[in-house]
């Protein structure tokens, strides 16, 4: 149906639309609640008990007070009776309407609870098309709002509606047959005007309520966006511009709301007004009766008890007029959801589809064209025949239309032109269900369940045992893991899978592979998160699985498929090359220039690691991350403890690198720690291996939440050196090893990057950048930071790799890590064994600069300790200056020192100088009292001397002032 173009045209057409589809959702809640028939007989008969004992509990009052006017001759004549049964009637009224609603309940909460399902489970049949366009938090928003929406109606319409009009028929019957048709004509007019006014405000507000509506669920879709691209938003820091694009939307919805509240408040002035005129017109009436002695004052008390019980419903009546239509909206946005529907043939089966019958898995792509979007083809013609049990692989760059043909296998979407079949049977004539059981697929990106890891991997089969989801992590190598963790398989993984890393998800998604063990897989970048050694131990696995399979390979490295029985290049959705891998080699096309470009990358690679590898001292290295991480471990309140080894561990690593990772670790602990515990930092030597332990005490994580093990894994590896994370007595504990270096480290080193003056154009991993002079110069950006690959704190031409001239606060000189520079040397035609000398030299001359430094240090601490006691003697203005002086000397002596011995005192040193500087204070403040005292005591006691030698003389025989004087 086409929407007209004229705006009068189009509102009617929205207005009947409208009004059609409240027809539909009153028809569908009336066949909701129509299976619980005899709950809602028995909620009606109670409501009408309820509201005939509400309209006669003013009639019994009114006899109570006429009876009383009577009773002033006789007091000892009450009515006993009617004062009973007034409070008995009360009761009554209140009591059957709580029995009302615990009766009526039963029917709300099953309706909810079924349209609740009923709009999950179709949510669940749309295809995919549906939920790439949908925002996931607007749709949560209208499931959850749509329900609730559905309570409200259902328990106004029986409780609040149905109530009113049988109260308001009621007292209208009673007040007509008692007092005529003036009180119900003020009655009548006043219920029409009331009805009339809140009918025509409350379309208007409607209007605003829907605006309000969207722009909220707008304002909920963007939240939930971001915070799943919780980690995106941190990469790029765009907290400020996710905010800022927030709050526009809610600048909208602000304005909204503004004016539906303005609306709001006009209707219930409105409403106030209309009741209040009632009622001042009907007492006024009754007031003139009772004077002229037509009515008693028990009539009185009638008619205002009466148009009381009458206001307050329609009051009532009023809120839950808005209230419902705000629901009818809600629930119109659920009713949108479950109409909602997808491309022809993509959202449920076909009539009279039929289950997939699986004989050997042959699979045919013929003359398939396929789009996501109007005018965006994706594939082109593509024809592609895969026998029963053989292994086809699909290469080609990113964009050509790998990883569409594994979704138009699984029938995520329908193909545009052409037909895909399995065993000669279309796909669009078999039950999405048995297709989709005889498929098991490997995904490029996991996403599991906030659930525990038996969970998820028994996800892949029902009907599984734990001893066969135990086998499937076993074969996808995923049980070391398992084993670890304190809670085994029932660790939960957290949302999405945020707790475990990215090769460890694609470890499960393997195994629920394992798991399901369905005659044709596909592997969509099957290891593509997992690192060299583990992508070698996961491939035998997924060979074995694909052994006597139909199997669709999608893979971007080449090396993963050389052995597939046939290989198919795709270029721009085209099918441009088929064959063997070395038929594809041979033929010297897109397939062939594709291996050359990754051979050259991967020989590039192997050569960048040769280059990076250097001699590394271990205790240095881990001296200067502690040093880099100190301000962060204050902030969190962790103190970081270090336990260095006391031999020369020297490995062959590459710094950067080595320093990112344990960088990395040292940072996990911490933020794994929460306040009060500690990190610990170990070095030591275990038999052919330098190993650094990372242990985190106290920790309020599991180990899921440290890094990604396998990036530094695959990082190591190569190296011969490998990591491993588990638990000890005191919290997690992570070992880092590496095998020592096979030089004698009682040798000089080599010389260091850059020779006596960095270059000018290093890398800040101190990786040779080709400089003319053949060094690799490795200046960085000495500043002080926290970088895991940054120089030292402060200095600002600080050394990453040292040297002679490595900075005011180089992070370590040559003799702490010293690469070999001979070949860089070699290839800039420099004489060997002078360039061997050179370095010889270079090395001594920074031991001994190391060795001044400790004589210096030592001088230092004896020169401060003799300040201190100085001050402690020193008068208060003399220890003042003193103390200055103190802590100049002392800043300069920071200032000086390197970045070694800094990164091991800076912090306690900072600490025993505040303790030192309070304590000075105090001592001089106290020697200032002492002083203040003695002055005040010398003082009197000069004076009491005087006068006790003036007594004394005084006192001498013969004593005569003015001889005196």
Aim: proline share 4%.
């Amino acid at each position: 149906m086409t929407t007209p173009a004229d705006p009068a045209a189009r509102a009617n057409h929205a207005e009947r639309a409208g009004r059609g589809l409240r027809a539909r959702i009153a028809l569908d809640l009336w066949r909701a609640i129509r299976r619980y028939r005899l709950r809602v007989l028995a909620a009606l008969a109670l409501l009408v008990l309820a509201k005939a004992a509400a309209v006669a509990v003013p009639l019994l009052l009114k006899q109570i007070v006429d009876e009383l006017g009577r009773v002033a001759a006789h007091p000892f004549a009450l009515p006993v009776l009617l004062l009973f049964g007034y409070a008995v009637v009360r009761f009554a009224s209140n009591a059957l309407n709580e029995v009302r609603d615990m009766t009526f309940v039963h029917v709300t909460q099953r309706t909810v609870a079924d349209f609740t399902v009923r709009t999950f489970a179709h949510l669940h049949r749309l295809g995919a098309r549906f939920h790439a366009r949908r925002e996931t938090g607007a749709v949560v928003r209208d499931l959850e709002k749509g329900t609730a929406g559905i309570g409200y109606l259902l328990g106004i319409a029986v409780f609040t509606i149905v109530p009113t009009v049988l109260e308001i028929g009621a007292v209208l019957v009673v007040v007509i047959g008692k007092y005529g048709g003036g009180f119900t004509a003020i009655i009548f007019v006043t219920f029409a005007v009331y009805a009339a006014y809140t009918f025509v405000f409350t379309r208007r507000r409607m209007r605003l309520q829907r605006r309000v509506n969207a722009l909220e669920a707008r304002s909920n879709g963007r939240i939930v966006d971001s915070l799943l691209n919780y980690d995106t938003v941190k990469y790029f820091a765009r907290e400020d511009f996710e905010r800022e694009r927030l709050d526009t939307v809610l600048d909208d919805w602000r304005e909204a709301g503004i004016d539906n509240q303005f609306a709001l408040s006009t209707l219930h002035i409105g409403q106030s007004a209309c009741i209040g005129a009632g009622i001042a017109a009907v007492m006024l009436l009754a007031g003139e009766r009772v004077v002229s002695g037509v009515m008693t004052v028990g009539d009185l008390v009638l008619i205002n008890a009466y148009i009381i019980q009458i206001s307050l419903p329609l009051n009532a009546l009023g809120f839950v007029f808005r209230e419902a239509n705000d629901a009818l909206t809600n629930v119109e946005r659920l009713f949108a959801l479950l109409d909602a529907r997808g491309k022809p043939g993509e959202d449920g089966d076909a009539p009279f589809a039929q289950p997939l019958a699986v004989r050997g898995g042959e699979i045919r792509f013929e003359h398939v064209d396929f789009g996501y979007e109007p005018g965006r083809q994706i594939l082109w013609d593509v024809s592609l025949a895969i026998g029963a049990g053989e292994t086809v692989a699909v290469v080609g760059g990113s964009g050509s239309g790998k990883s569409t043909l594994a979704r138009l296998l699984f029938r995520l979407y329908q193909p545009d032109a052409g037909s895909i079949s399995i065993d000669g049977q279309d796909l669009r004539l078999v039950t999405e269900r048995s297709l989709r059981d005889a498929i098991g697929i490997v995904p490029q990106d996991t996403i599991l369940f906030n659930d525990t890891l038996a969970y998820n991997i028994g996800y892949g089969r029902r009907d599984a045992t734990r001893a066969d989801i135990v086998a499937a992590a076993r074969g996808a190598q995923l049980d070391a893991l398992i084993e670890r963790l304190p809670d085994s398989y029932d660790t939960r993984v957290g949302e999405r899978g945020v707790r475990l890393s990215g090769g460890e998800r694609q470890r499960v998604a393997i195994a629920r592979a394992l798991l399901k063990a369905p005659p044709i897989v596909v592997f969509d970048e099957a290891t593509s998160a997992l690192d060299t050694r583990s992508e070698r131990a996961i491939q035998d696995e997924l060979m074995r699985i694909a052994e006597h399979r139909t199997s669709l390979v999608i893979a971007h490295r080449l090396s993963t498929i050389v052995d597939a029985d046939r290989i198919v290049v795709m270029e721009h959705g085209r099918l441009v090359e088929q064959g063997t891998h070395d038929e594809l080699l041979d033929r010297g096309g897109v397939y062939a220039q594709m291996w050359a470009l990754q051979a050259k990358q991967r020989e590039f690679e192997r050569t960048e690691a040769r280059i990076a590898l250097h001699a590394v001292r271990i205790n240095p290295l881990v001296a200067h991350v502690l040093d880099s991480l100190r301000e962060v471990a204050d902030t969190r309140g962790v103190p970081l403890f270090s336990h260095l080894a006391e031999d020369d561990l020297v490995v062959t690593a590459d710094p950067a690198a080595l320093r990112r990772i344990v960088w990395d670790l040292c940072r996990g602990g911490i933020d794994a720690s929460r306040a009060g515990g500690r990190v610990e930092i170990v070095t030591a030597r275990a038999g052919n291996d330098a190993r650094i332990s990372v242990s985190s005490v106290g920790a309020d994580a599991p180990e899921l939440s440290l890094p990604n093990l396998e990036t530094m894994q695959a990082a190591l590896e190569s190296q011969g050196g490998y990591v491993a994370r588990g638990r000890d007595d005191v919290g997690i504990v992570v070992h880092l090893a590496l095998p020592l270096n096979a030089i004698d480290t009682a040798a000089p080193p080599a010389a260091a990057p850059g020779g006596a003056r960095a270059g000018t154009n290093g890398n800040a991993d101190g990786r040779p950048s080709g400089h003319p002079d053949g060094a690799a110069p490795g200046a960085t950006r000495g500043a002080a930071n926290a970088s895991p690959n940054g120089a030292a704190s402060g200095g600002t031409n600080g050394r990453v790799n040292g040297g002679a001239n490595g900075g005011q606060n180089g992070v370590a000189t040559s003799a702490d890590i010293a690469p070999p520079s001979v070949a860089a040397a070699a290839t800039a035609g420099r004489p060997l064994d002078r360039v061997r000398r050179r370095s010889r030299r270079r090395a001594r001359r920074a031991v001994r600069a190391a060795e001044r430094r400790g004589r210096a240090r030592a001088r230092v601490r004896l020169r401060a300790g003799a300040a201190r006691q100085a001050m402690a003697d020193a008068p208060p203005r003399l220890a003042g200056r003193a103390r200055l002086r103190h802590r100049s000397r002392r800043r300069r002596r920071l200032h000086r020192d390197d970045a070694g011995a800094a990164a091991r005192a800076r912090a306690p040193r900072r600490r025993r100088a505040r303790r030192r500087s309070a304590r000075a204070v105090r001592l001089c403040e106290r020697a200032r009292s002492r002083a203040r005292d003695r002055s005040g005591l010398s003082r009197l006691s000069d004076e009491t001397r005087e006068g006790r030698r003036s007594d004394r003389r005084a006192a001498r025989p013969g004593f005569s002032p003015r001889r005196e004087r």
